[in-house]
């Protein structure tokens, strides 16, 4: 009988600094960013065997994720999102669906909101 696992592992909060934003001034003083990455994947093997190679390797994908965040500047949290979605679904072919939510912390609106969030999702064809 064949069973059917949903697995997942999620980094949650990973908090930078970065320079984002529609605004001139944004990408000069710069804001706090949060980000939450869902990895959904089948770690059965990996935790029956207790066998690392057969999961996700967290640092690498932290340093993606930073990677995204820090070394260019754009626009809209959502192609942050987008972005970093897609190189992570190419670069780590264990991977089934990514989830990624990006928070821009007091976004400049006119008013208090503590967070602006996009997020976005793909699957593995």
Do not use: W
Not at 31 to 39: F, I, Q, R, S
Not at 41 to 69: P, S, W
Not at 92 to 99: G, I, P
């Amino acid at each position: 009988m064949t069973q059917y696992s949903h697995s997942c592992v999620r980094l949650t909060n990973i908090v930078f600094y970065a320079h984002h934003g529609v605004l001139k001034e944004e990408h000069t003083v710069g804001a706090k960013y949060e980000v939450d990455a869902e990895l959904s994947f089948d770690f059965t093997e990996a935790a029956e065997n207790d066998d690392i190679t057969k999961t996700v390797d967290y640092g690498a994908v932290y340093r993606k994720i930073r990677e995204a965040l820090t070394h260019k500047k754009y626009f809209l949290i959502e192609a942050v999102a987008y972005k970093i979605a897609n190189e992570l679904l190419h670069d780590f072919s264990v991977l089934d669906r990514v989830s990624i939510k990006v928070r821009k912390r007091n976004p400049p609106v006119d008013g208090i909101c503590d967070f602006a969030e996009a997020d976005y999702s793909i699957n593995r064809s």
